[in-house]
């Protein structure tokens, strides 16, 4: 009877009612913990290079709750295009060092001021999908690239400022498609 409770009413309402509230909160422990997180870990962290932390601030989709039910009921199968036939590896490097600027990583500025033109311009086109500020588009999914949040190249975890280079630059150069959220 609850869950037809809950599935009659709005995110909104369901939020209002502490009894409902309850009961969410409780078999959405148990869901979770059978169908979530096998990717997601047990307390929501994810893991770099498999699957998004759901215990920050930033959701890939967005993080109305009609985009996290969006996920959840249709899926989701992230995706970049391999950039390897497009820049040489002299623009791999400047557009990667233009990338770890965004947020504050060590980089080459000199690289990095070349890769800002390779990023906004037409040749790799960066801008299409992370946006001129390259803060990204939640409508297709497409990463935020300045807010210090990696989940696919490994930033974080390289210990010098080569190894995370290396990490963007392997992610442009060989595209992603792995980023899938089953059904």
């Known amino acids: 009877q609850y869950f037809d409770k809950v599935a009659s009413k709005s995110f909104e309402e369901v939020a209002k009612d502490p009894e409902l509230m309850q009961f969410v909160n409780s078999s959405g422990k148990t869901l979770f913990a059978t169908n979530c997180a096998p990717c997601h ?4 962290q ?5 699957s998004p932390n759901l215990t920050d601030d930033h ?3 967005g993080g109305a709750y009609e985009n996290i039910q969006t996920t959840i009921i249709a899926g989701r199968n992230g995706m970049m295009p391999s950039f390897k036939a497009i820049l040489n590896d002299e623009e791999l490097t400047q557009v990667s060092n233009y990338v770890l600027s965004l947020s504050g990583e060590p980089h080459n500025a000199d690289a990095a001021k070349l890769g800002d033109a ?4 037409d040749k790799a086109g960066c801008y299409a999908c992370h946006g001129a500020d390259a803060k990204g588009n939640p409508a297709i999914g497409s990463a ?5 949040i990696w989940l696919w190249p490994d930033v974080l975890g390289a210990k010098t400022p080569e190894a995370k280079l290396t ?3 392997t992610l442009i150069y060989g595209g992603m ?3 899938v959220m089953p059904v």
Do not use: C, P, S
Not at 118 to 121: A, L, N, T
């Open 41 to 44: 870990q047990a307390g929501g």
């Open 46 to 50: 994810g893991k770099v290079k498999f």
């Open 59 to 61: 959701w890939q989709y």
């Open 118 to 121: 390779i990023f906004h311009g």
């Open 144 to 148: 935020n690239l300045t807010d210090k």
């Open 167 to 169: 990490e963007v630059k």
């Open 177 to 179: 498609n792995k980023g």
